[in-house]
């Protein structure tokens, strides 16, 4: 056995326990199995967890699948809105059917700026059918900006035209991610929870504390908000990339 194998041997080992220990740590916290997600910058095995994860949520074969889900943090910048894209592009390349992004955090529309569309962009206009105020940003993966869940002010719509907006983007999408600011932010997330079909909270790997996990799995229960898990995002490999490649 050379002595490289034997070191790339031992990184593995201890890479995937201290993975196991990560992923226990939060699990326990809150009480949710959890997916840990590479950071982008590990695309190939970020990429393979991202697919497992919409295949056991959006392509489950039991027929009881979410077709409108909220993906919020704890804090204001959570990485949700990078999960809802990458989550995002790869529902739509392993299905056929259309695939509806919403921008609904409307003070810091970040999603919408990683796709270079303006948050404070109406598109065809406030009063224009749903479709028409979305961006086709893909074959069938469609982007609706902040504009279509806010008033003027950006204000998330009240309840009950809320409801409405979702149930007309629901007519028009068979799925839907909705990024949503962090829990401790506001509770548009807990709102939006009430209306859409599912939640998943997103922690950071090494810098969501567990109480705060905790508390934000709690707010969103506590208004009855269906939550399907986390995910943890940004989880970096105590070993180089291109070591990891090639084990």
């Known amino acids: ?3 490289n194998f034997e070191l790339m041997t ?9 993975e196991k220990r990560a992923a226990s740590s939060v699990d326990s916290a809150v009480g949710m199995p959890i997916t ?31 077709r409108q889900v909220v993906l919020c943090g704890v804090d204001d910048d959570n990485g949700s809105s990078s999960i ?28 919408s700026n990683m796709f270079g569309i303006g948050g404070a962009n109406s ?12 961006v086709k940003v893909g074959g069938n993966l469609w982007l609706a900006g902040p504009r279509i869940l806010a008033d003027d002010s950006r204000v ?3 309840p009950v035209q809320l409801k409405e907006r979702l149930t007309a983007l629901r007519d028009e999408f068979e ?14 997330a807990q709102l939006l929870g009430m209306f859409a079909d599912a939640a998943i909270l997103v922690i950071e790997a090494n810098s969501t504390r567990r109480l705060a996990a905790r508390k934000a ?16 995002y940004n989880r970096s490999l105590p070993i180089p990339e291109g070591l990891y490649n090639r084990l």
């Open 175 to 188: 799925y839907m991610l909705i990024d949503a600011p962090g829990t401790s932010v506001s509770g548009d």
């Open 36 to 66: 840990p997600i590479l950071s982008s910058q590990a695309s190939d095995a970020g990429g393979e967890e991202i697919l497992r994860l919409i295949q056991r949520i959006f392509l489950s074969a039991t027929g009881n699948a979410p």
């Open 156 to 158: 998330l719509l009240p």
């Open 84 to 111: 809802v894209a990458r989550v995002g592009r790869t529902l739509a390349a392993n299905s056929s059917r259309p695939v509806c992004l919403i921008d609904a955090n409307v003070r810091s529309p970040r999603l």
């Open 123 to 134: 598109f065809s206009g406030p009063f224009a059918h749903v479709n028409e105020q979305c």
């Open 1 to 3: 056995m050379s002595r």
């Open 10 to 18: 031992k990184l593995e080992i201890e890479a995937a326990a201290s």
């Open 217 to 232: 799995k709690e707010s969103l229960e506590a208004a009855g908000v269906r939550l399907l898990g986390t995910v943890m």
